[in-house]
């Protein structure tokens, strides 16, 4: 295994090649996309290049990676042209796969395959990646750990085009952070599919939306997009309000005509009519904006505010030699609204294992208070069946009837075409939202939510955001989506950082 030298002084890297002087372009003329006979993508038409930084938006299975993938050359489209000028792509898809098994290897590898070997000196340090050992399994990663590798070796290969799937998933709160700066410090053209607003705002001067297989571009950030959105929606629906009024008269007008004695002077007026009906109605049409949202999720407690509902009394955790944490103590009354937050790494999930009795501490005393009910959604949903359809495994999961299954699904935006899909078919986001469907079907007095955001739309992040804002239980929440947190009203923090943990209001 090769040692790799730190230098911490080093400012990140966005030095160019040579050939960055060059002009970068990627153009796409009317690409579409089928999957099963539905469109997926509709005559896309875009542009890519100029150091541009472009934010990708929409639902969950709108066709947002699809795009993606085929901008970079790994699917292609069954109509449309794809050209290149000068490029050389790099792709950080959102499921992380890696040729080599352990970390020693892949970073041996990217040295081996990149002819500036300090770069990965300094983008390690950069990334915070340091405290690791050759010699470990690239699986015993954290995911956040898994995402800067990965990192590393698309880097490494120097592209003038970087293409990511929901890099921030991966990522801790400095990580996403250290990863805004860089992106807007970087001299390369930057193509990100993300659900995190934050991020967005920070880091992107072009939004494309895509909504019913079509494309949308707003120039600036999220907060503007949401803005320019919001006015178009309205245009839309005045100009569809105009477009029923003119219909509605001259089918009126039509109606009149038809009732003129005069034969030769009724045929010319209705000709007339009908001529006017097919260039301003028929040629000239306008939709009224529509869109289907999940529905608010409502949770139903009788908590007090005083009532015990987490007791944590000099716990310790360590695996191994690996000291987590340490005579940790904290207390979580009814009704507060908790946000725990630190590093990946830092013990977090493990503090929630512990609580819900899926681990064991070391020493010390967790307590969940008495006669409330909890409940909890995991960060990874191993509770999954993937070989179940959706309808079976929530009916299996909730107990919920057959009579309710449907339109409940329907609420969380499952069709009945979709509930017939196996597990493993769907998307990392549908996969989030069907979680927690299942998750929000029951009332509980307590909500530990460990990054419940993750893979979830935007319109699905609100839904949940207001939710959680009038619950009036008790809720602790881990989350690295800041706008989400803000969102939720957390009236307490606790910061776990290098085994201390730090607790204010």
């Not at 038809?258 to 028929?282: M, P, Q, T």
């Not at 207390?331 to 908790?338: A, C, P, T």
Request: aromatic residues 10%; contains cysteine; glycine residues 6%.
């Amino acid at each position: 295994m090769v040692g790799f030298v730190t230098e911490s002084s080093l400012t990140p890297l966005t030095t160019n090649k040579p050939n960055a002087i060059l002009k970068i372009v990627i153009t796409a003329t009317n690409l579409s996309k089928n999957y099963t006979g539905a469109p997926v993508l509709v005559d896309i038409t875009c542009k890519i290049g100029n150091n541009r930084k472009i934010g990708i938006v929409g639902r969950n299975g709108c066709g947002k990676t699809t795009l993606l993938k085929i901008l970079n050359g790994i699917e292609t489209a069954d109509k449309g042209s794809l050209t290149f000028e000068n490029e050389k792509l790099g792709y950080l898809p959102q499921e992380l796969e890696f040729d080599k098994e352990l970390v020693g290897e892949c970073l041996e590898c990217a040295l081996e395959n990149n002819w500036e070997g300090y770069k990965i000196d300094v983008l390690l340090e950069e990334l915070q990646f340091t405290n690791y050992d050759p010699y470990q399994t690239v699986e015993s990663l954290s995911e956040g750990q898994k995402m800067k590798l990965k990192l590393v070796e698309t880097l490494l290969k120097d592209p003038t085009v970087l293409f990511i799937d929901e890099p921030t998933n991966h990522l801790d709160i400095e990580g996403i952070m250290w990863f805004e700066e860089y992106v807007k410090a970087l001299k390369k053209t930057v193509v990100m599919i993300s659900h995190d607003r934050s991020f967005l705002n920070h880091t992107v001067d072009e939004i494309w939306e895509i909504e019913n297989g079509k494309m949308r571009k707003f120039v600036g950030d999220y907060d503007n997009y949401k803005t320019e959105k919001l006015q178009l929606i309205n245009k839309m629906d005045a100009e569809y309000v105009l477009f029923l009024k003119k219909k509605n008269q001259l089918e009126t007008l039509l109606a009149n005509v038809h009732k003129i004695k005069d034969g030769k002077k009724r045929g010319k007026a209705v000709s007339s009519a009908k001529k006017r009906i097919e260039r301003e109605v028929e040629g000239n049409k306008k939709e009224k904006y529509e869109t289907k949202l999940m529905k608010k999720v409502e949770f139903d407690t009788g908590i007090h505010a005083s009532k015990l509902m987490i007791k944590f009394d000099d716990v310790s955790k360590s695996y191994g030699d690996n000291q987590i944490f340490n005579d940790l103590s904290f207390e979580i009354r009814g009704k507060e609204k908790v946000w725990l937050y630190g590093p990946n790494g830092a013990g977090k999930s493990t503090i929630v294992k512990i609580i819900m009795g899926d681990e064991q501490a070391i020493s010390g005393l967790s307590k969940v208070g008495d006669n409330i009910k909890v409940g909890y959604f995991a960060q990874k949903q191993t509770h999954l069946d993937y070989d179940q359809d959706l309808f079976e495994h929530f009916i299996a999961s909730t107990g919920c009837p057959y009579y309710v299954a449907y339109k409940y699904l329907d609420n969380f935006l499952f069709s009945k075409d979709d509930i017939k899909k196996r597990v493993r078919n769907l998307s990392p986001g549908e996969r989030a939202r069907f979680a927690f469907a299942i998750f929000a079907y029951k009332d509980y007095d307590m909500l530990i939510l460990d990054e419940p955001s993750n893979h979830l739309d935007i319109e699905a992040k609100e839904v949940i955001e207001e939710s959680l804002s009038k619950f009036k239980g008790t809720l602790l929440l881990i989350s690295h989506d800041r706008y989400f947190v803000e969102r939720v009203g957390i009236d307490k923090v606790l910061n776990l950082k290098d085994g201390i943990l730090n607790s204010y209001a």
